[in-house]
């Protein structure tokens, strides 16, 4: 995590001070303009993007307390202030996201909405006091009578808050996928994903697309997503893997995958495609991703080649050693590979740096690649430079590997803008098609 301190102006002295706890990283801080408390997030400085945050609170003497035996996954909702003591959280656990009352003075956490909402993600579009406007989200839009995706209006001041939801009715839950939440177990850890399949009245193929997402400290959630939604309804099953490292599993999980990328987060994914290809009777898998996702399947394919058919990597890190210098993120690569990394200081890399960055990343299994790839650059990305896939798809097609290059000019590191978006999930599914046989 990158420094970040918190400081206060004094306007009549012009004096400055600083209230960063030691060692600590501040982020997202929000005033409560009546008692003048000022509520932050913060967790370790250095290591991983993304970590558990903790809550501070820096009163109007200047004095900083912190929240003891509180440590959540997720971000303060934009105008959090309930009350002068209490806070609206957005918290993410396992594969959903939730809403969280906290009391900042002793502490005490509440869930906030019904339980009927427990598998659906939350998230606060506005907020004043207790009153808030949230958006609800599910891979279907509606749970057996009960709509579960929409806006809604809900007074959390209650003991039993009522939502009162607006959406578009739908009537045709035959096009609805099918999905469950699945637990994992390797090497004595627990981690988790989601099977999406395509619904009663959608075609089924039966093949199988396994999804790791990207980070690699983030998560998949039960929230809707047009990709796999698109793809349920065009008759592909989708794997989403929250593989060790992912947020969601608890603050000692995401530090378990630093120095172990490329090895633990690799026999994740492929065990759980494994468990599922087997109970499913899956016999066509293919495997996509983007960022980490993609390094993760360029590993997947090149460690374990007869098991996937076709591959789609979007703006994929293939080459840490090759990325280190020119990414706007040279300290990921450090973190990542298992090194230290002063931010004060940037170090330059040593020999021994660079070899262990090469030696976890996937070029180093490129030889044993079979599978045809689907390569997607933004040509204006500057977390993955364009050189890492381009690089790849070249020495691919130097061995006879069946490769197609797509280049978006004016996109970058999400691949996120509507045009590339819809023609990027248009050619996803013309890639599988083609080479799952379907």
């Known amino acids: 995590m990158r420094p970040s ?10 004096s400055i001070s600083e209230h960063t706890p030691e060692g600590k990283s501040i982020h997202h801080i929000s005033p409560h303009h009546e008692s003048g408390n000022v509520a932050f997030m913060f967790c370790d400085f ?23 035996n509180f440590r959540f996954c997720g971000g303060l909702s934009p ?3 309930i009350s002068e003591h209490e806070l609206v959280l957005i918290s993410y656990e396992r594969v959903t996201s939730d809403l969280i009352k906290l009391d900042i003075w002793n502490g005490h956490h509440t869930r906030v909405l019904p339980v009927e909402y427990k598998d659906c993600c939350v998230s606060v579009l506005d907020q004043m006091g207790s009153k808030l406007l949230i958006s609800v989200s599910g891979l279907n839009p509606r749970l057996s009578d009960r709509t579960n995706q929409g806006v809604a209006y809900v007074d959390i001041s209650t003991d039993s808050p009522v939502l009162e939801m607006w959406t578009e009715d739908d009537d045709s839950p035959e096009n609805y996928c099918q999905y469950t939440v699945e637990t994992f177990t390797r090497a004595g850890r627990e981690y988790n994903g989601v099977l999406i399949k395509p619904g009663p009245g959608s075609p089924n193929n039966n093949s199988l697309i396994v999804y790791p997402h990207g980070g690699p400290h983030s998560m998949f959630t039960t929230s809707f ?3 796999t939604y698109v793809l349920s309804q065009l008759g592909y099953s989708n794997l989403l893997v929250n593989y060790t490292g992912s947020l969601g ?3 000692d999980n995401v530090h378990l995958l630093p120095g172990h990328v490329g ?3 690799v026999k994740d994914v492929h065990h759980a495609a494994q468990l599922v290809a087997k109970r499913e009777g899956f016999k066509k898998i293919g495997v996509w991703g983007g960022s980490h996702g993609g390094f993760l399947t360029a590993h997947l394919i090149g460690q374990y080649p007869d098991f996937y058919q076709a591959a789609v990597m979007r703006n994929p890190v293939v080459d840490i050693s090759a ?7 040279p300290d990921w690569c450090y973190v990542e590979a298992g090194l230290q990394y002063n931010p004060y200081r940037p170090p330059i890399p040593t020999a021994d740096d660079l070899k262990k960055m090469l030696e976890v990343s996937p070029i180093t299994y490129l030889d044993q690649v079979t599978c045809p790839v689907l390569m997607m650059i933004g040509e204006k990305d500057l977390r993955v430079p364009p050189s890492q896939g381009l690089r790849y798809v070249r020495y691919l097609q130097s061995r006879g590997v069946p490769c197609l290059l797509k280049v978006y000019p004016e996109d970058c590191h999400p691949l ?13 599914h013309l890639w599988f098609k083609k080479h799952l046989g379907v």
């Open 323 to 329: 990325m280190v210098g020119v990414t706007d993120i």
């Open 225 to 227: 997503r047009a990709d």
């Open 46 to 68: 250095g290591g991983p993007h993304r970590q558990y945050m903790e809550i501070g609170v820096l009163d109007d003497k200047g004095q900083v307390r912190t929240v003891d």
């Open 5 to 14: 301190k918190l400081f206060s102006h004094h306007l009549p002295t012009s």
């Open 263 to 265: 090895d633990v987060d």
């Open 79 to 81: 105008s959090p202030w």
């Open 249 to 251: 599993l608890g603050p």
């Open 416 to 428: 996120s803008t509507v045009a590339c978006a819809a023609d990027g999930l248009v050619h996803i």
